[in-house]
């Protein structure tokens, strides 16, 4: 057991042994912004003031050469290996009251939104609770094997008692391809939930979605509550996928256009002949669109490739360092000991 205490905010937590600092702090109800982990993103890095911890892993050049001699360190990744800590870190009061919970959800609804994109519609089962969320967070779904499989919560948080995740099929993935397969309406899932700290801030900055394939979901999250709420934030909206079949709940999407005067852009980077409207990566079209995006914030969900990009790039072209929100969609990574499919 460790003590960890937190600067600025002055917070103190205990940490169990071989616990990761992320996974004490959500224990003990603090949160500290952090999307994939399994150390891939780098959401969830902060600084090592004193002490000392094991690592862990994570994939070269997530913290660069100057972070790592200032003491970065991954909270998703480190487990102390000292009686106490001194860790700089910015909680999320957002999201303290938000309760991470596991709690069995009935499916209730699976619908073929595209040739590969299933809308798997989840109803929690009666008189076990509530999931409270935030839009843009995401669930675990917890496998039969012990393995877990993330996906954003593509519904509003209006609804407590049911929610809609968007899976895309990867030919042989274990949930994706062959679970997905045999699912089937009344099938009763393990979920654990809300997770991640990629929603709307309140801030006045016009901001601009980029979703790349199912990174719809979350932000279909978010403006979809901002539509009910009747907000008419200034938001732009690009959506990367391969080639028109791709696209899925174009209606939804013409109502935020016609409603609260959203500018929808799909960018396509395998255009069908007849496409007329922008091809190559989304990152691209966002910044051919704007050479200066000081002022604005992004919210960016969807593959890896597509985040790495945009973290390279927007900050070059202005972008603060306090206006990107990004989840990636990290492959996961199965405990050792579960048997590869
Ligand atoms: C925060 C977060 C949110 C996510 N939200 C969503 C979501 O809303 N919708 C969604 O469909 N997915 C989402 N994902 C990805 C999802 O969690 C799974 O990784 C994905 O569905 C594959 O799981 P699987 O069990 O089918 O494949 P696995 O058995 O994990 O993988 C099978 C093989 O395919 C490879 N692989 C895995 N994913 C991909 C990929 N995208 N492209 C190419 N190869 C791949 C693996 O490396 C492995 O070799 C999210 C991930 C994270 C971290
Ligand atoms: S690297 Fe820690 S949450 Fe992604």
């Not at 001194?86 to 959800?105: G, K, N, S």
């Not at 909206?237 to 256009?257: A, I, K």
Request: with cysteine; hydrophobic share 40%.
């Amino acid at each position: 057991m460790a003590r960890i205490h937190f600067k600025p905010s002055g917070r103190e937590i205990s940490s169990r042994d071989g616990e990761t600092v992320l996974a004490a702090a959500l224990r003990e109800g603090l949160v500290f912004p952090y999307s994939c982990r399994s150390g891939s993103c780098g959401i969830c890095h902060a600084r090592l003031v004193s002490g000392e911890v094991q690592p862990g892993t994570s994939p070269d050049g997530v913290l660069d050469a100057s972070a790592l001699a200032s003491g970065a360190i991954l909270l998703c990744q480190a487990i102390s290996s000292s009686d106490e800590l001194v860790i700089e870190a910015h909680e999320i009061e957002t999201l303290a009251e938000t309760q991470v919970r596991t709690l069995p959800f009935r499916v209730t609804r699976l619908e073929a939104l595209s040739h590969d994109v299933t809308a798997v519609t989840l109803g929690l089962l009666k008189g076990r609770g509530r999931l409270e969320f935030i839009a843009g967070q995401y669930v675990d779904l917890l496998l039969w094997d012990n393995s877990r499989r993330s996906y954003s919560i593509a519904s509003t948080p209006d609804n407590t008692e049911s929610i809609k995740l968007h899976v895309r099929r990867i030919p042989g993935g274990k949930f994706s391809d062959h679970e997905l397969s045999t699912l089937k309406q009344q099938d009763v899932l393990r979920v654990m939930g809300p997770l991640g700290t990629f929603f709307m801030r309140d801030d006045l900055r016009p901001a601009i979605c980029v979703a790349g394939g199912t990174g719809f979901a979350s932000v279909a999250a978010m403006i979809e509550s901002l539509r009910i709420q009747g907000k008419r934030s200034p938001v732009e909206f690009y959506w990367g996928v391969r080639s028109r079949r791709d696209l899925y709940c174009l209606e939804q999407v013409s109502m935020w256009e016609n409603e609260m005067g959203i500018r929808f852009t799909p960018v396509l980077s395998r255009p069908d002949l007849d496409w007329d409207g922008q091809s190559g990566w989304v990152h691209e079209a966002v910044l051919a669109d704007y050479t200066d995006l000081s002022g604005l914030q992004v919210y960016a969900s969807g593959p890896p490739e597509m985040i790495a990009a945009i973290r390279e790039t927007f900050p070059e072209h202005g972008l603060a360092a306090d206006a990107l929100y990004y989840d990636s969609f990290e492959h996961a990574v199965d405990p050792p000991g579960l048997e590869p499919e």
